[in-house]
């Protein structure tokens, strides 16, 4: 039954998807070049691929400075940076590539999921881009992207297992192609990155002299190195509950009260550091990185059982903001050493917002035909989208109880 489901979903899909193709589109691989515009949160970026993966031209703007000092992501504030910025990071990655707009074969653009008000701005201009220019439009799935960016840097066949893992969003799916994906658990509160970021601002942690220019995140991780992970043992999530899913607001509720706990215990008031920082952010890492794991571990277990990755050499790929975390990526590699998967995790700089996954997403599709819009069509963002078919009641259902695996992680 459970094959059955999936195909005939499948066929659904493919039979929804809509394709432009101009005569432009006919032409050389050498002329098939794409440029993908990224404004999904808080990083304006652009860039130019070839359909090799070659990045011929980008530009990033990041707004990190202005967040940190304001204490998080304003939408307002995100959304204004956007504006005075996107005409020249996309300027910048068409000069630096040596492409005038007239040799693109398409432009690929997020417009879903993520900030409401900094989406818009990146498909405003996207629109009256490809309208002036007369260029196909991509609309691109931001998570869908952050999945496919392995594949621009190694050849990575299909299916294969990902962990997407950021500021806005978890989930495991299994990647079945392009635009084909079986959405096997995600966030039902908050997610990773931002659980982090909120550890960090309640710790005050930009007062630390190593961590006023970084995010909440980065400083949790560099803090963590010289902490003690056993001091504070904070409870996994979702020990009881045996799907794929992801909860981190009852384990920042957890790291809350041991804050509040400490600042008493120190007499000291909330935004003054604590001696003890360090081993708050080691215990924390630990326990995201734990939950994240024992996910993931469920969901490699699921895909074995219904045969849904290649016996031969499977694959878990690592990939989204948070992905950039060493510690975390040394984790995971636990459970793919003890279920004999292969980890791949692209380079920090590509796990992180930017044009060239963006790009590169585009180029995929365009390859294959998927999602190709002519430039008069009007497309809508989206601040919530679930990436492919869900499959996280069939997870549930299976209710798989996981074998006991040692987190030997080295510092």
Not at 40 to 59: F, H, P, Q, R
Not at 224 to 242: I, V
Not at 254 to 276: D, P, R, V
Request: aromatic share 4%; proline share 5%.
């Amino acid at each position: 039954m459970f094959p059955t489901r999936v195909k005939c979903l499948q066929r659904l899909l493919q039979l929804k998807h809509t394709c432009w193709c101009p005569t432009s589109l006919g032409k050389a691989p050498c002329s098939r070049l794409v440029l993908g515009i990224e404004t999904s949160c808080d990083e304006t970026g652009a860039a130019v691929l070839d359909e090799t993966g070659a990045i011929l031209g980008e530009s990033l703007h990041s707004q990190k400075e202005v967040h940190l000092r304001t204490g998080g992501i304003i939408p307002t504030v995100a959304q204004q940076l956007h504006r005075e910025n996107i005409e020249r990071v996309v300027q910048e990655a068409l000069e630096r590539s040596g492409v005038d707009p007239s040799r693109l074969s398409a432009v690929a653009t997020t417009v879903k999921p993520g900030l409401g008000l900094s989406l818009g701005v990146g498909l405003e201009f996207s629109r009256k881009f490809v309208r002036r220019h007369n260029k196909p439009f991509i609309p691109i799935h931001h998570m869908e992207a952050h999945a496919l960016t392995v594949r621009m840097l190694r050849p990575v066949a299909f299916p294969f297992l990902v962990l997407l893992v950021s500021g806005g969003d978890s989930l495991l799916a299994v990647t079945r192609g392009v635009d084909d994906f079986l959405l096997l658990g995600h966030a039902l509160d908050e997610a990773p990155g931002d659980t982090l970021d909120k550890v960090a601002r309640r710790l005050s942690l930009i007062k630390h002299p190593q961590c006023s220019t970084i995010s909440g995140g980065q400083a949790i991780e560099l803090l963590a190195k010289d902490g003690d992970r056993t001091r504070f043992p904070f409870r996994t999530p979702m020990g009881q509950t045996y799907d794929c899913c992801f909860s981190f607001a009852g384990l920042r509720n957890q790291i809350n009260k041991t804050i509040m706990k400490s600042e008493a215990e120190e007499g000291i008031e909330q935004g003054t550091l604590l001696s003890c920082v360090n081993d708050i952010a080691a215990s924390t890492q630990h326990t995201v990185a734990s939950h994240l794991a024992k996910r993931t571990h469920r969901a490699i277990l699921f895909c074995k059982a219904n045969g849904l990755l290649p016996s031969n050499s499977p694959t878990l790929v690592l990939s989204g903001g948070v992905a950039s975390n060493r510690y975390i990526r040394k984790a995971l590699a636990t459970i793919t050493d003890a279920t004999a998967l292969s980890l791949l995790c692209p380079p920090a700089k590509f796990c992180t917002d930017n044009g060239v996954m963006i790009a590169w997403n585009g180029v995929e599709r365009l390859r294959e035909g998927k999602g190709i819009l002519p430039p008069d069509v009007d497309v809508s963002y989206e601040t919530k989208a679930q990436l492919g078919v869900d499959m996280m009641a069939e997870v549930k259902a299976a209710a798989i109880r996981m074998p006991s695996v040692r987190m030997k992680i080295p510092r």
